[in-house]
């Protein structure tokens, strides 16, 4: 195989599992260019939950500090019943004291900025859709059209999101995305004053969530059991029908939200896994590889951990012919895992009778009389994952 260095690395999508790529193989010495097909990076109305697993890994690329700067503190997070009445909690302080890190809630925006200003000048190009021609073997390299052209790469990072026209290239039997029986919203609205409770809120079938950010700024979701495709006349009145009689501060938050900066999406996940995370000289990375359900928060967390250990496996010489197969071993457990987690807790956000639901939130009252360190250890396993070194060739 000839050495990748012969041709630079080009990464299709630039969300966040995108930019965290390029940005490590930058560390790596590994010149990088995002594509990406909308016209611009910024997100609207969308937050993120930034674990402890996340942040280490952004530590390694030095943005991790920046990110936890503009974390919002909050005393204490849990579960609660849409009456109000807490069904499970614990401290933020508790979570840091486990795990070693917080859980640090931020914009999705904030993170996006942060990534690209650590990057190297025009190494993102928006309005740029990129489609994988060829995906190379060891003898060639991997072609990619561009609007500038059919272009040559010794590698080629697929983070192009769930529908990834790439691993529909890749592995054409692969059944694909599932529905997951979930649609969400999302927004983020500035009430004046922070909440007084975080966490989120379980109802039959359906949830929402607080999340404080910077600035006086609050991350609202919802997610409720809807067939696919359905969408509502008003967004304002579903949400209204659907959580207005909730606990405060849920219905009112969700009154704030503009209505052009509500986020409506389908939940979709790959159930299926896939046979690997590679082919030729092309790597898939977060949603194009493992799109998970969002009831855990790892879906950004693990595209980031994809990013950092592709990364470490490669320098300007690297034999792709072992790097990548060794990154397929490394992250295809970790990452189906996780996408079998969350979408356990998903059955459990999906109860909707009487019965069931009284069960699941006796359940959860119990477990939340435990100790702290009992409930925190059965996140250990996401949470308490190390990053690898990166040589820093860059």
Same mark, same amino acid.
């Given at each position: 195989?000839?050495p990748?260095?012969l041709h630079q690395?080009?990464v299709i999508g630039?969300?966040i599992?995108?930019?965290?790529?390029?940005?490590?193989?930058h560390?790596q010495?590994i010149?990088?260019?995002?594509h990406?097909?909308?016209?611009s990076?910024?997100?609207?109305?969308?937050g993120?939950?930034?674990a402890p697993?996340?942040l280490?890994?952004?530590d390694?690329?030095?943005?991790g500090?920046r990110?936890?700067?503009?974390?919002?503190?909050?005393?204490?997070?849990?579960?609660?019943h849409?009456?109000?009445?807490?069904l499970?909690r614990? =401290?933020?302080?508790?979570?840091?004291?486990?795990?070693?890190d917080?859980?640090?809630?931020?914009?999705?925006?904030d993170?996006i900025?942060?990534?690209?200003d650590?990057?190297?000048?025009g190494?993102?190009?928006?309005d740029?859709?990129a489609?994988v021609?060829?995906p190379g073997?060891d003898r060639?390299p991997?072609v990619?059209?561009?609007?500038?052209?059919?272009q040559p790469a010794?590698?080629v990072?697929?983070?192009?999101g769930?529908?990834s026209?790439?691993?529909g290239?890749?592995?054409?039997?692969?059944p694909?995305?599932?529905?997951?029986g979930?649609?969400?919203?999302?927004?983020?609205v500035t009430p004046?004053?922070?909440?007084a409770?975080?966490?989120?809120?379980w109802?039959?079938? =359906?949830l929402?969530?607080?999340?404080?950010l910077?600035?006086?700024r609050?991350?609202v979701?919802?997610?409720?059991?809807a067939?696919?495709?359905?969408r509502a006349?008003?967004?304002?009145?579903?949400?209204?029908?659907?959580?207005?009689?909730?606990?405060?501060p849920?219905?009112q938050?969700?009154?704030?939200a503009?209505?052009?900066?509500?986020?409506?999406h389908d939940v979709?996940e790959l159930a299926d896994?896939l046979?690997a995370?590679?082919?030729?000289?092309?790597?898939l990375?977060?949603?194009a590889?493992?799109?998970?359900?969002?009831?855990?928060?790892?879906?950004?967390?693990?595209?980031i951990?994809?990013?950092?250990?592709?990364?470490?496996l490669?320098?300007?010489?690297t034999?792709l012919?072992t790097?990548?197969?060794a990154?397929?071993?490394?992250?295809?457990?970790r990452?189906?895992?996780?996408?079998?987690a969350s979408?356990?807790v998903?059955?459990?956000?999906?109860?909707?009778?009487?019965?069931a639901?009284?069960?699941?939130?006796t359940a959860?009252?119990l477990a939340?009389?435990?100790?702290?360190r009992?409930?925190?250890?059965? =996140?250990a396993a996401t949470y308490?994952w190390?990053p690898?070194a990166?040589s820093?060739?860059?």
């Amino acid at each position: 195989m000839p050495p990748m260095g012969l041709h630079q690395a080009i990464v299709i999508g630039g969300g966040i599992g995108g930019l965290t790529t390029a940005l490590a193989l930058h560390r790596q010495g590994i010149p990088a260019t995002v594509h990406e097909r909308a016209a611009s990076l910024e997100p609207v109305g969308a937050g993120l939950a930034l674990a402890p697993n996340a942040l280490r890994a952004l530590d390694r690329l030095g943005v991790g500090p920046r990110l936890r700067a503009l974390a919002a503190p909050h005393p204490a997070v849990g579960v609660r019943h849409p009456s109000g009445r807490w069904l499970a909690r614990t =401290s933020t302080a508790a979570v840091e004291s486990h795990f070693g890190d917080p859980i640090a809630a931020v914009a999705r925006a904030d993170v996006i900025a942060a990534l690209v200003d650590a990057l190297p000048e025009g190494a993102v190009r928006t309005d740029s859709p990129a489609t994988v021609i060829d995906p190379g073997d060891d003898r060639q390299p991997a072609v990619v059209r561009t609007p500038d052209g059919e272009q040559p790469a010794g590698l080629v990072v697929a983070a192009d999101g769930i529908r990834s026209a790439t691993r529909g290239l890749l592995f054409p039997r692969h059944p694909g995305p599932r529905y997951s029986g979930f649609t969400t919203w999302r927004s983020i609205v500035t009430p004046g004053r922070r909440p007084a409770a975080a966490g989120e809120v379980w109802g039959r079938g =359906s949830l929402a969530g607080i999340v404080p950010l910077a600035d006086g700024r609050v991350y609202v979701y919802g997610a409720a059991l809807a067939p696919a495709g359905a969408r509502a006349a008003g967004e304002h009145a579903e949400l209204q029908r659907l959580f207005g009689d909730w606990c405060a501060p849920v219905p009112q938050l969700f009154a704030m939200a503009e209505p052009d900066r509500v986020l409506r999406h389908d939940v979709w996940e790959l159930a299926d896994p896939l046979p690997a995370y590679h082919h030729g000289r092309v790597a898939l990375l977060g949603d194009a590889a493992h799109a998970m359900c969002p009831f855990l928060g790892q879906g950004a967390c693990q595209a980031i951990e994809d990013a950092v250990v592709l990364a470490s496996l490669l320098t300007p010489d690297t034999d792709l012919a072992t790097a990548l197969p060794a990154y397929t071993a490394t992250r295809l457990p970790r990452t189906t895992a996780v996408v079998t987690a969350s979408r356990r807790v998903g059955t459990l956000v999906a109860l909707h009778t009487p019965a069931a639901t009284l069960l699941r939130n006796t359940a959860l009252t119990l477990a939340g009389l435990l100790p702290a360190r009992v409930l925190l250890s059965r =996140s250990a396993a996401t949470y308490d994952w190390q990053p690898p070194a990166l040589s820093g060739g860059a």
